[in-house]
C-alpha cells in the first residue's frame, strides 16, 4: 500500500477533517422532518396530488380516522367521521375524492369520501375483506388486495362502482398495490418468491416479474411521480426503513437510517421529499425526508465509516475514501 510523505498525510488529514465535518452537517441538514406531534398515533401519510396536503389516519377520537395536514401550517381537517375504523387513504387524482378501507359497513371494504363535502359512499361490497385502495392515474379505477378468491390477490375495480376484476392469481398473498404513474404497471406486495418481495404486474393482467430480491421484509412500495423508482419498507438493515430502487438498474438506496420503525412511504408530487410514518418520537407520526441524493448517500457513508473506525488518522481518511468512491488508493 502507498504511504504518503508526513507532508501530503497531512493535507490528506485537513482535507478528510473538512470534509467530514462538511458532510456530517449536510446528513443532519437533510435529516427527516417530523411534521406531526399528536399524542395519539398518526399513520399511513399519502401527499394530495397538489402537494398543500397530507391525508392519514388518526386515532384522536379513540378511532381511527381520516384527516387531512396542510404542509404550510400543519393545520389539521378531519375527514371521516368516527363510525368505523378507516385506513389507508388515496387521493383520485384530481384531489376531490379520498378512498379508504374502512369497518363502518360492519366488514372491511372499501369506501370513497368527497374531501370538500365529507359525503361517503360504499364501494365493495363482498363479504370477504377488501384492503388498501389506491386510484388509477386516469382516475377510472381502484386496485386493491382482496381475500375473495380464497388467497390475499389484487383485484381492480370501477371507480363508479360495478364488477371487480382479478389481476394476479397465486396461492400466496398479494397485498399493497401501487399504481405506476402511466397507469401501465401495478406494482404490490408478495410471498410468492417464499420471502415478502415487491413485484410488478401489467395493470391489465399478465405474468408478474419480481422486482425486488432479498432475504429480509420488502413491503408498501410507493412509485416516484417520474416513475423511475419506487420506494418501500425493508427491514434489511436490521431495522423497518425506507428504501428507493431505480427501475433502471439494481441500485437500491436507503433512505431513513434512524434505527426505528419506518413505514408506508408516500411521495410528494415535485419528487423531492418522501413522507413516512415513523416510532422515533415515541408514537406514530409522520415524517419528511428529502428523497436520495448523491450528497445525502456520502454523508450516510461517512458518518458509518467514522463511527466504526473512531479517530481521524491517515488511514481512515484512506478507508473512507475507498468506501465512498469505491476506488482503491494504492
Known amino acids: 500500500m502507498y504511504i504518503p510523505s508526513r507532508k501530503t498525510a497531512s493535507l ?3 482535507f478528510a477533517l473538512l470534509f467530514g465535518a ?9 435529516s427527516p422532518e417530523q411534521i406531526s406531534n399528536g399524542a395519539e398515533d398518526e399513520r399511513t401519510p399519502v401527499w394530495s396530488p397538489r402537494g398543500d396536503q397530507i391525508a392519514f389516519v388518526s386515532n384522536t377520537n379513540g ?17 371521516t367521521s368516527k363510525e368505523g375504523s378507516d385506513w389507508f387513504p388515496s387521493w383520485s387524482p384530481d384531489g ?5 378501507q374502512s369497518t363502518r359497513s360492519g366488514n372491511l371494504d372499501v369506501w370513497i369520501v368527497k374531501v370538500a363535502e365529507g359525503a361517503m359512499r360504499q364501494l365493495t361490497f363482498d363479504r370477504s375483506p377488501d384492503l388498501t385502495p389506491v386510484w388509477s ?5 381502484l386496485a386493491f388486495a382482496s381475500l375473495r378468491s380464497g388467497n390475499w390477490d389484487i383485484w381492480v375495480i370501477p371507480a363508479a362502482g360495478g364488477k371487480a376484476t382479478q389481476i394476479t392469481a397465486d396461492t400466496t398473498d398479494d397485498k399493497f398495490p401501487a399504481w405506476s404513474p402511466d397507469g401501465q404497471t401495478i406494482a404490490f406486495t408478495s410471498s410468492r418468491s417464499g420471502n415478502y ?7 391489465a393482467g399478465g405474468e408478474a416479474v419480481q422486482f425486488t430480491n432479498h432475504e429480509a421484509l420488502d413491503d408498501a412500495p410507493a412509485w416516484s411521480p417520474d416513475g423511475s423508482s419506487i420506494a418501500f419498507r425493508s427491514d434489511r438493515s436490521g431495522a423497518s426503513e425506507i428504501w428507493v430502487k431505480s427501475l433502471a438498474g439494481n441500485a437500491e438506496n436507503q433512505v431513513t437510517i434512524d434505527e ?3 413505514w408506508s412511504p408516500s411521495w410528494s408530487p415535485d419528487g423531492k421529499k418522501i413522507a413516512f410514518q415513523s416510532n422515533k418520537s415515541g408514537n406514530e407520526d409522520i415524517w419528511l425526508v428529502s428523497s436520495p441524493t448523491l450528497p ?9 465509516k467514522m463511527r466504526k473506525l473512531g479517530r481521524f488518522s491517515q488511514w481512515v481518511f484512506i478507508q473512507a475514501a475507498e468506501e465512498i468512491t469505491g476506488q482503491e488508493y494504492d
Do not use: H
Open 12 to 14: 490528506f488529514l485537513s
Open 296 to 304: 445525502y448517500l456520502l454523508a450516510t457513508k461517512m458518518k458509518n
Open 63 to 79: 378511532v381511527e380516522n381520516i384527516w387531512l395536514m396542510s404542509i404550510a401550517d400543519q393545520s389539521l381537517k378531519q375527514v
Open 137 to 141: 392515474p386516469d382516475g377510472k379505477q
Open 22 to 30: 462538511g458532510m456530517l452537517l449536510f446528513g443532519f441538514w437533510v
Open 96 to 100: 376531490s375524492e379520498i378512498a379508504f
Open 197 to 203: 418481495d415487491i413485484w410488478l404486474a401489467p395493470a
Open 260 to 262: 426505528c420503525y419506518a
